[in-house]
């Protein structure tokens, strides 16, 4: 029978006769490694909680134009006036969006008669009342949705955004 | 609700990452992307000197940057046996596609094979056989032994009329000259087989005969005449959504006007202005409204003709123009024979166009103005005339075509700048095989003859008859009922004995039944039926060659591994062709055997010269060393030979002391 050279195999053998490799390994091992430290850094991005809006600055579906997480990612809450399930505040029908359209960067502008934000560059359209999702265009994901909290006085804070923003590689620079 | 990655960021390119050409493999447009790889355990950073854009990666980039990619763009593969990383992203420098993507290319990475990433799993990964009631992975020697036994054995018995062909054509993906010529040497060239059919359709044939029998090869413009054009005439083509790029990088700054000043410099006083397009097809497409958003809807004129009337419709603007006098005689004299013959016998007028299309008349002769009436001064005026499925699987498309290419050769559209009487075409194109001569015409109508219960060895290599095929629902229940024969039969046979195993599948075929052998790179619904699957390489996994709509040739590198045991389609044929040699010698058919030698190729370079390189026009001139070097933009076919570059500074700086031999490059 053809002998079996495989590493799991030895181990494996190892194991079963009962040879302790670990106590040699120890003795054997004179020198120490020397150690260089690695950089620790998050899995995630740590987003700001900015406050980017109040209540009382919305009108219902009027787009209201900010930037998230910093001043140079244009963005924009809709107040749609209708509940939806991923809509913020007492109404539930508070959205926020980046405006940089995810296939090459244009800037998209609000359509008030479909709740929509359109891009002039390649015609890509995203629906505001569904997540952002591309109606019809080429960019590869749906549009960046903003993560709102509302607090007692009304004002809207963003704490996150559920997709990767145009034009950077870290949605926090 | 929509669809989220939750990725927040994404690892950057090194500065050292290995950059390799590609071409987008989905469509014909053949959009030019570039691959970075790098080692899976490190990324790049921010700083210019540490990522492979060389710009600060810490500030916004703007609108059409090249430092972006999308999550899409991104995975983790094997190059080499190792992890690596992976993002293609758009070739701002390649002319097709200036940098832009589509919901297809810039999906690739996203659609490549990743065991880390969980993507593409559905991928064939081993050879498969029908094995005791059901497919079992095995060796490629094994899978390929009974391949070759039971393709030898119904020659034997039944010639190679027996064996049964259903072979992809093209290029990208599933294609490519290097698997055409594989494919196209065992079975045109080792053998000689008539009941063959191709990619889509039931039949060796092409899906625009007219146009290659009135001698218009279907590919005979560049994507740069949309630009040109004084009118676009668009008949059943959405080329927005299924040429996106073709349509977004060229016909839209025509459209819109920008491309006028290319215009001026081309035409020199010839009045030049703005595009206007005609667009014949029953439905408002995007493509329609786009065209209204960038030129205007005055300069749109949308034609929503009844379905399966264009050949009238065609034959009235003929006849319309040679009665205005708005026809190009000289070029007609030059280039035609018979033209007042072919004039008197599609004789429509306006009024009958009108009530069988829809249409009204007054829009069909505004269109026939936009397409020739001479422009200020009498100089002709350049129509481009782009089709696709819609003419194309429309009722009589034999006659539809050729009215279409009689409309442009009467307007003098053909090989002029502007012009052109074009397929948009669905995938890239790369065909070279051994002469089909013998295939005939019309060639066999293959997969009736299957449902008929011809043929005993069915080869399959990227084609699905369950999905494509025209009265599917009766193929499929012949075809299941004579595969079930042979795979019942092969049940009865202990699976080490070949010998048995391979009398037990020949006495199924003998009664009706039939052995089949499915070459794919994922499950298919006619693999459901086969008795061996075999897995290929695809794009990228394989170095790759194919043109594109304007015959732009390209080699896409491989930059990583194709998922385990999987091979480029061209080694599969050769190595079927190797085995096929040895069986028959086995057995004492020498001639036969010696039928299948030349096949000794290890690799798809191997393939490419021996087919393309030796065999097809200006092929003498074109290497894989050559391919790289023009990177994403290639050359457009044919090749006429060889031009010393000009050199950029840059380049000289790099020379060595002596020029290499240009020959040698």
Redesign the interface.
Known sequence: MKRCDRLVDVGRRQFLTGVSAATAGITASTMLPSESRGTPSSA??R?PANRLANLSDLKVNAPFYVSYPDA??PGVLIKLGVRV??GAGPEYDIVGFST?C?????PLSYRSADKTLDCP???SRF?CE?????I????????P?YALRVDDKGDIYAEG????L???????? | MAYKRQIGRLPIIPANAKEHNVVCHYCIVGCGYKAYTWDARYEGGTAPDENKFGVDLSTQQGADTEAWYAPAMYNLVKQNGHDVHVVIKPDKNCVVNSGLGSVRGARMAEMSYSRARNTQLRRLTDPMVWRYGQMQPTSWDDALDLVARVTAAVIAEQGEDGVFVSAFDHGGAGGGYENTWGTGKLYFGAMKVKNIRIHNRPAYNSEVHATRDMGVGELNNCYEDAELADTIVAVGTNALETQTNYFLNHWVPNLRGTSINKKKAEFGNEPVDRCRIVIVDPRRTVTTNACEVEAGKENVLHLALNSGTDLILLNAWLTYVADKGWIDKAFIAASTRDFDSALAANKVSIDEASRVTGIPSGDIIKAAEWIAQPKHGGARRRAMFAYEKGLIWGNDNYRTNGALVNLALATGNIGRPGGGCVRMGGHQEGYSRPSDAHVGRPAAYVDKLLIEGKGGVHHIWGCDHYKTTLNALQFKQAYKKRTDMVKDAMSTATYGDRSAMVNAIMDAIRKGGLFAVDVDIVPTKIGEACHVLLPAATSGEMNLTSMNGERRMRLTERYMDPPGQAMPDCLIAARIANHMERVLRETGKEQLADNFRGFGWKTEEDAFMDGYHKHEKGGEFVTYARLRAMGTNGFQEPAVGIERLLLSKLDLEHLPQRLPDQNAS
Do not use: I, M
């Open positions: 995630l991005v987003y140079n990612a399930p991923t940089t995810p296939h090459k960067g244009f560059g390649h015609y629906d569904k997540g952002g999702q591309q019809w265009g080429q960019s590869t994901q749906n549009l949705q955004v559920d997709e990767l145009y034009g950077r590689l870290s949605n926090v620079l």
